[in-house]
């Protein structure tokens, strides 16, 4: 089991900066990859950006790429995700999941933290 705890949402205008942590624990984590997903409210959950948590590999969605940056502290068992350039559109509520390895779903998720860009 991976137990996972978002932080650090808040509200922001646009063109600000908001940097959200996921603090992990539970099984060990050298095969996870850990991924940030957002939804709004009469949509689907959206990928937003995932990293291996053993070589550090990153995976962005396009809209977010070049904005957005996510790292992880292994010794904190944490991973962050840097959010500059913010914009409305941004406005969701910001997941932190896990899975063990590509060929898996993404089975641990944490509550969830919400995030609101003003214009």
């Known amino acids: 089991q991976v137990q996972l705890v978002e932080s650090g949402g808040g509200l922001v205008q646009a063109g600000g900066s908001l940097r959200l942590s996921c603090a992990a624990s539970g099984r060990t984590f050298s095969r996870l990859i850990m991924g940030w997903f957002r939804q709004t409210p009469g949509k689907e959950r959206e990928f937003v950006v995932a990293?291996?948590?053993?070589?550090?590999?990153?995976y962005y969605t396009d809209s977010v790429k070049g904005r957005f940056t996510i790292s992880r502290d292994i010794a904190k068992n944490t991973v962050y995700l840097q959010m500059n350039s913010l914009k409305p559109e941004d406005t969701a509520v910001y997941y932190c999941?896990?899975?063990?390895?590509?060929?898996?779903?993404?089975?641990?998720w944490g509550q969830g933290t919400q995030v609101t860009v003003s214009s």
């Open positions: 990293i291996n948590w053993s070589g550090g590999s990153t």
């Open positions: 999941a896990a899975r063990y390895g590509e060929g898996h779903d993404y089975d641990y």
